[in-house]
């Protein structure tokens, strides 16, 4: 982990496997969305108040790729980390690993920030835009 990746830790349920009892593949993106706002809750950010600020941020594209499964009870780490940052954009890498450090998938997220009431693009707001130029 670099010094600006982020890392949530979060557990393998019932509820995220399918019937082969391994992780079912979109659930790998919740765990990546849950670290993304985990990161914004950690710079002090809640969706909750963004929305209040008539903004959002959304996912305009996603592409990942899977290396292993997760199974019930697995241990994992999610990372976040910002590799390109615009005014009203930013895309971030992610990876999933189990604890004991093996890849089970990773993503490249381009995520849009846009007005509440309109889905518009506009900028972030300048604090936050200047927090993530520390990640690049």
């Known amino acids: 982990m670099t010094k600006t990746e982020f890392s949530w830790p ?3 349920y019932y509820e995220d496997t399918d019937a082969g009892g391994v992780v079912y593949y979109v659930n790998y993106l919740k765990f990546m969305e849950r670290a993304r706002t985990e990161r914004l809750r950690a710079l002090g950010y809640s969706q ?5 600020e008539n903004l959002l941020f959304v996912v305009h594209s996603a592409q990942t790729r899977y ?19 615009g005014k009203a954009r930013l895309e971030f890498s ?4 189990r604890s004991d450090g093996l ?9 849009a920030c846009v007005a509440a009431d309109s889905f518009k693009p506009v900028a972030m707001p300048a604090a936050l835009h200047t927090i ?3 990640d690049l």
Request: with cysteine; charged share 20%.
């Open 67 to 85: 290396h292993a499964p997760a199974r019930l009870d697995d241990e994992l780490q999610v990372t976040a980390r910002v590799v390109k940052l």
């Open 48 to 52: 909750h108040q963004l929305a209040a």
């Open 94 to 97: 992610q990876q999933v690993r």
């Open 10 to 12: 979060c557990r393998v």
């Open 132 to 134: 993530f130029q520390y």
């Open 103 to 111: 890849l089970l998938c990773e993503g490249q997220f381009t995520i």
